[in-house]
Nanobody, 115 residues
Framework: VQLVESGGGLVQPGGSLRLSCAAS????????MSWYRQAPGKDRELVAS????????NYADSVRGRFTISRDNRKNTGYLQMNGLKPEDTAVYYC?????????WGQGTQVTVSS
């Protein structure tokens, strides 16, 4: 089982990034998917989640209207489009796939928002 995030990096405030999460070793289309983030010295935070079929999404208040979660089950890949990035969005972002009782985590990708 693997979840591999990519697309992180350094971006200026107001900029955009698109994170990808490539899944392998399990039936991705049967699992809900989420993105979490953790900033230095802070608790891990749920950013967004999407149902296994992609027909239901939820967002943290802090990112609603700026971030969009999506998935392509044909490609076993999930995405997080991040627009209007702010310095407070700086964190390590993790992809998570879950279907009770199983939960799989990726290794994380760093997103830094700074001028």
């Amino acid at each position: 089982v693997q979840l591999v995030e990519s697309g992180g990096g350094l971006v200026q405030p107001g900029g955009s990034l698109r994170l990808s999460c490539a899944a392998s070793g399990f039936t991705f289309s049967s699992y809900g998917m989420s993105w979490y983030r953790q900033a230095p010295g802070k608790d891990r935070e749920l950013v967004a989640s999407i149902s296994n079929a992609g027909d239901s999404t939820n967002y943290a208040d802090s990112v609603r209207g700026r971030f969009t979660i999506s998935r392509d089950n044909r490609k076993n890949t999930g995405y997080l489009q991040m627009n209007g990035l702010k310095p407070e969005d700086t964190a390590v972002y993790y992809c998570v796939a879950s279907r009770s009782p199983y939960t799989y985590w990726g290794q994380g990708t760093q997103v830094t928002v700074s001028s």
